[in-house]
Every structure is written in C-alpha cells, then in structure tokens.
C-alpha cells in the first residue's frame, strides 16, 4: 500500500501539470516520457480524445477506407506515431506506394514499439500489427513487400499521426533529424 502511495504521489505533478495545461501539454508530456510514464487512458477519455473513426481504428480493431484517408498518399518527409501513445512506429523513408490507398512501409522505424500477433479474422490469416504501450491496432503486416526486406506494413491512417521533419524537434522527435541527414534510399525513391 505504501509502494502504491509513494507511486502515485510521484506521478501526481505529471497527471496535474497535463491536466491543468490543456491537451497539448499532455500531447507533448506523452511523447517526452512515453517509454517509461505512458499510461493508456480508459474508453471514456479516448473516445474525447479522438474521432470515431480513430477510436473504431485503434481501440476496435477496424479498417478505415482505401484511398479515402489521411495519409494513403502522404510524400512529406518526417516520421509516423502513434495516435495515442505517441510511440514513434514508422518513417517516410521506409515508406512506398503499395498501390492498396493506405500507407505502407517496408519495415517499423522502431521494432521495439511493434507487436505481431496473429490475425484469423474474416475466414483469412493475417499478421495484425499493434503498437507496444497503447496496443493500438494499426494494421496488417503481409510478405509481398518491394527488396530489401519483402515485407509490406499495410498502416491504417487513422492509428498514426505524422511528425513533418520541420516538426521533429519542437515536437520531441529531434533524435530522428539525423535520419533525413542523409539522401533517401533507393528503395524510397523508386517505390514513393
């Protein structure tokens, strides 16, 4: 009991401060410590937080539309989280044209941030993709992905929010610059 007292009581300057500064602060509060404080919030506050496709999308396990969503032809530089952890997931420099209407990418910018489990929904087997600390549902992973790696991450956009590279910084992503640093690869280039 006392533990949990001790916990709670440290935790209360972040719950307040990201309570009384508005949802911004809690955004960037989020994104700063997400690895070590992030606590998903319960249904109520997600469905707040969020629109009723992105709840239907991350917290129901659904499938927004083809070509109809917010990121299907996204050619800007800069990095995919998640919606609502902050989880940094994917890169535009993995990402290519699939030719499906939903972002894809040829591999996580951070696997660590990744979970795969099995999918045997819909009278088919799949690889669903869900991030680690929100368990967001993102999407399906499949094996008919362009070299090197042969693997398609097919991304629901209503999962992700994108960081622009100009954005990095101010945002708490500055560690990713270094990425765009460099020319794309050549498999961005010839699949974007």
Not at 10 to 22: N, R
Request: one cysteine or more.
């Amino acid at each position: 009991m006392r533990t949990m007292l001790t916990v709670w009581l440290l935790m209360l300057p972040t719950v307040v401060l990201a309570e009384t500064a508005g949802p911004a602060a809690s955004e960037a509060a989020q994104q700063a410590g997400a690895a070590h404080q992030f606590v998903k919030p319960n249904a109520e506050e997600l469905k707040r937080r969020l629109t009723p496709l992105q709840y239907k999308v991350t917290q129901q396990n659904g499938t927004e539309p083809p070509f109809a969503n917010e990121y299907w032809n996204n050619k800007a530089d800069g990095i995919y989280v998640d919606r609502v952890s902050g989880e940094p997931l994917f890169s535009s420099l993995d990402e290519f044209d699939s030719g499906t209407g939903w972002p894809s990418f040829t591999k996580p910018l951070e696997p660590a941030n990744i979970r795969e489990r099995d999918d045997r929904g819909f009278f088919t087997h799949r690889t669903e993709v869900r991030s680690k600390l929100a368990d967001s549902h993102l999407g399906h992973v499949f094996p008919d992905g362009p070299p090197p790696t042969g693997t398609r991450y097919c991304m629901n956009s209503a999962a992700l929010r994108f960081i622009p590279k100009a954005d990095l910084e101010k945002e708490g992503y500055g560690q990713y610059l270094k990425l765009f640093e460099n020319k794309r690869s050549a498999v961005s280039n010839q699949h974007r």
